[in-house]
C-alpha cells in the first residue's frame, strides 16, 4: 500500500516511483499496481498505439477499503490519446477482463478506481467483462474522428456489477446512413438478448450498478443502454442527441448537414433485465434539427423495453417523436409493471430546421419543416407517452405527469387523426396527468421558469440554472394537482404495512454499493384522507412484495392514502396538500427555518424538552446533533423519545441529572444536513452558542465540598427544590462542612454547590 507517481516519459521502476521526482511509465503502473496504492498521473498526453491500451492493470483491488486507484494528479491535466481518429486501430482506454466471449469470471478487475483523466481517439474506450466494484468518475470520453463507429464507445458486459460511474461527460460518437445508423456511447449489458442464440443469463446480468451526475450526447443508434441489468440505478444525468453527424449521407439530404437519432433503449427479456430506477434525468432533442431515418420512434426519448421499471421526476422535451414510449420495436418480449409518475413531457413531435433568437417572446414556437423525413408517416408516435400497441404491455402505470405543447394532440402529416398526448392502451392505467398546449393561452400554461430549448448544450449542469428550465412558478396549476400513489391495504404491526402496490417505491438496496452512502430509501407519507398533512412520515427500512417495513412506527391505519415524500438522494418532493404534476415539485415560499425558543430538564432528570418556533420533524440526517454535558454527570447523551411533527421533541437523558446541577458544556447542536428541520423542509440552523437549559430536577443530592473548599468560585445557586439560596463569595466554600444527620440535635441540610 503505497503512493506512487506516473508520467509520460517516465522511466523509473515502480519502487523507485514513490517519489514524485522519479515517476515510471503507463506500463510499469499497469503490471505493478496492486490492492491499496494510489498511482498518480502527471499533466501530459500518453499517447498509445495501435492495439495499445491504456488501462489494462494486472491486478485487482480486495476490498472498497483495499482499492486500486489510478488518478490525474492535483489539477494537472491529464489526456490519453489513442490512434484511431482516421482509422479503426484496435485500441483501448480501459480494458477490465478479457475482451471477446470466451472471457471468464476469473479474468474480471475488481474494486479499482479511476478518476480525473481525459480520453479520446480511441477504438473503444472501456471494455469491463466480468469486473464488479469499480469506480469511473470526473472523467472525459470523445471519439468522433471516423464514420465507421458502428460498436459500443464504452460496455460494461458478462456480470458486471456494483459498478459506479459518476460526473463523467461521454459524447461523438456512431455513424449514419440515409436509411441506417450504428453506434452506442455507454451499453449495459446486452440488448435484446434473445436473439443471441447462446444466451444464458449467468453470462450477462450486470445488475446493481449506478450512473449519476454524468452528460452523455452525440450518439448513433442511441446514446444510452440499459438492458440486460436489474436493480440498478440512473439518475440525476444529461442524456440528448439533436444532429451532430456531417459525415456521409448526412450532409446531402439533411438540410441541416447533420444527423441525430433516438436518446436512450432499454430492450430485455422480463427475467434478464428491469425493475430499475431512473430518476432525475433530463432526457432531450431526439433526432432534433436533422435525422436519417425518422421514423419509428427514431426521434424518441425514453424506450422502455423491461418490466417493473420505476421512471419518476425526469424531464423529456423536445424530442422529435414520443418522450417515452413502452415497448421495444427489436424486443419480442414483454415491457410490464412499469411505474411511470412524476415526468414532465415538453415540445414533443416537433422538428425544428432553425429557431429565432428569441422563440418564445410571442408565446408560440416558430417551427422549420415539421418531420419532412418522417417515411412512416407515423403521426401517432409525436406525442408525450405512447405504447407499442403491436405488442401486448400490460400492468403499466402512468400517472401525475405532466405534458404540454405536444405535436400530436393539434397537428397531423399523414392523415386527419390527432393524437392524445398521452395514448392509452388494454391492460393499462393511463390516469391523472396533466396537458395543455401553447394555443390554450398563457393562462394555462404550466409557467415553466424557462421553456427555451434552443441551445442543447445550455442544459447542463442540473442545478436550476439549465435550458430549458421545466420547474414550476408561483400560480402554476399544476401546482398540488396530483393525487397519492397507492393506499395501506392492512397494518401488520406498529412497522410493518401491507399496500395496494409498492412498486412505486424502492428501500435502498438498489444501485452499486459504492454510492450506497448516497442513496436513500423512499420516505412516504401515511394520511387519512386526500388531504396531506405530514403528522405520519416516515423512512423505508425494507420492501418484500407490497410489504413495506418503516424505519420508525408508521401511525396508518387500513384504508390510508401512500404517497411519496423523499425520492433517492433524499431531495424531499412534496410539499402542500397534494403532489404538483410533473417533475419539480414546487416548493412554495417558506424559506424560514425553525428556532429553539426553550430547553428544559424534567423532574425525573432524564427528560429533556426543547421548545421550537414552530413543528419541526427530522430529515434524513436523524435526530442526533445535541451536545451538553453537566456540573455532576458529565456529557449526556441525548436520545430522541417523541414529538416529530409538533413544536415540541422529548428526548431521553443518558444519566439522571441531580438537583441543582448546571450545565458545563453547551447546550450546543450541529446540524448533520437534513437533521431536524420544519415541515418545508428548512434545517434548524446549528446552535453554536450555548443555549441556556432550565433544570427541573428534584432527584438526588449534591454537598457542598469539605472543610478545604473550592476557593476561588463565586456566583449564586438556587436550590430548586428546598429553595435555598446560598450565595458564594471570592474567598470560595471554605467552612462550610457536612453535618451528620444521624447526630442527636443536627438537622439534615442539604447545600447545593458546583
Known sequence: MATHYVSSTGSATWGESTNISTPCSLATANANADAGDLVYFRGGTYHIAAGGRAFDPAHSGTSNTNRITF?????????????????????????????????????????????????????????????????LSNCEFTGYGTSSRGHEMGYLLYSSQHNWIHDCKFYYWGSYSVSGDGGIILEIGINNPDAISDWIPEKGHCDYNTIENCHMYAGGHHVFGLNTARYCVVR?????????????????????????????????????????????????????????????????????????????????????????????????????????????????????????????????????????????????????????????????????????????????????????AFQTAEGNTVEHNWTAELTAGEQNAPKFIDRDCSTPLNGWPI????????????????????????????????????VADATYFQDGTWGSDLARSALYADWICLTPGTTVNYDHCVQISSISGNTINTSTAHGASAGWYVWLYRKSDGTRVLYGSAP??????????????????TASIGTNGTTWTFNFSEPVK????????????????????????????????????????????????????????????????????????????????????????SKAGSAGFAGLLTNVRGKRTVSKSVGGSAGFEKKDTKRKGYTKQNIWVT
Not at 415491457?335 to 411511470?340: C, K
Not at 407499442?388 to 402529416?413: C, F, P, Q
Not at 428550465?469 to 395501506?488: E, K, M, Q, W, Y
Not at 404538483?580 to 425558543?597: C, H, N, S
Open 236 to 420: 440525476n444525468n444529461y442524456v440528448h442527441n439533436e444532429s451532430w453527424c456531417p459525415d456521409g449521407d448526412c450532409a446531402n439530404f439533411l438540410p441541416s448537414g447533420k444527423c441525430g437519432y433516438r436518446i436512450w433503449s432499454m430492450t430485455c427479456g422480463s427475467e434478464d433485465g428491469g425493475h430499475n430506477l431512473l430518476e432525475g434525468n433530463r432526457v432531450g432533442y431526439g433526432a432534433q434539427y436533422g435525422g436519417p431515418n425518422v421514423r419509428y420512434g427514431a426521434g424518441s426519448g425514453l424506450t422502455i423495453g423491461s418490466d417493473s421499471n420505476i421512471c419518476r421526476y425526469n424531464g423529456f422535451f423536445a424530442n422529435v417523436m414520443c418522450g417515452i414510449r413502452i415497448g421495444a420495436s427489436i424486443s419480442s418480449v414483454s415491457t410490464d409493471d412499469n411505474r411511470i409518475y412524476n415526468n414532465t413531457f415538453f415540445h414533443h413531435g416537433w422538428n425544428e430546421e432553425y429557431w429565432t433568437q428569441d422563440p418564445h417572446e410571442e408565446g408560440v414556437y416558430p417551427a422549420g419543416p415539421i418531420n419532412e423525413d418522417d417515411e412512416g408517416a407515423l403521426d401517432i408516435y409525436r406525442c408525450a407517452f405512447r405504447f407499442e400497441v403491436a405488442r401486448l404491455r400490460v400492468g403499466n402505470v402512468i400517472k401525475n405527469n405532466l405534458a404540454y405543447d405536444t405535436w400530436s394532440v393539434n397537428h397531423t402529416w399523414s392523415g386527419s387523426t390527432h393524437y392524445s
Open 618 to 705: 427530522f430529515g434524513l440526517g436523524g435526530s442526533a446533533g445535541w451536545a451538553v454535558s453537566m456540573s455532576t454527570q458529565g456529557a449526556i447523551a441525548l436520545t430522541y423519545a417523541s414529538g416529530s411533527t409538533s413544536s415540541t421533541l422529548l428526548y431521553t437523558g443518558s444519566k439522571t441529572v441531580k438537583a441543582g446541577e448546571t450545565v458545563t458544556f453547551g447546550l450546543y447542536y450541529s446540524q448533520p444536513n437534513n437533521g431536524i428541520e420544519n415541515l418545508a423542509g428548512n434545517d434548524l440552523a446549528s446552535i453554536i452558542v450555548a443555549k441556556s437549559v432550565t433544570n427541573n430536577s428534584t432527584q438526588g443530592q449534591v454537598y457542598s465540598k
Open 463 to 498: 442545478d436550476g440554472t439549465e435550458r430549458p428550465n421545466l420547474r414550476l412558478g408561483a400560480g402554476s396549476p399544476c401546482i398540488g394537482g396530483g393525487t397519492h400513489l397507492t393506499t395501506v391495504s392492512s397494518i401488520t404491526d406498529s412497522n410493518t404495512i401491507v
Open 71 to 135: 488518478s490525474g494528479y492535483g489539477s494537472e491535466e491529464v489526456i490519453f490519446e489513442g490512434s484511431s481518429a482516421t482509422a479503426e486501430n484496435n485500441d483501448v482506454a480501459i480494458l477490465f477482463g478479457t475482451r471477446g466471449s470466451s472471457s471468464t469470471p476469473s479474468d474480471g478487475n475488481n474494486y479499482i478506481s479511476i478518476k480525473n483523466f481525459k480520453f479520446r481517439y480511441f477504438w473503444r474506450h472501456f471494455d469491463w467483462r466480468y469486473s464488479s466494484h469499480n469506480e
Open 580 to 597: 404538483d404534476y410533473g417533475a419539480y415539485e414546487y416548493e412554495g415560499t417558506d424559506v424560514v427555518p425553525p428556532t429553539l425558543l
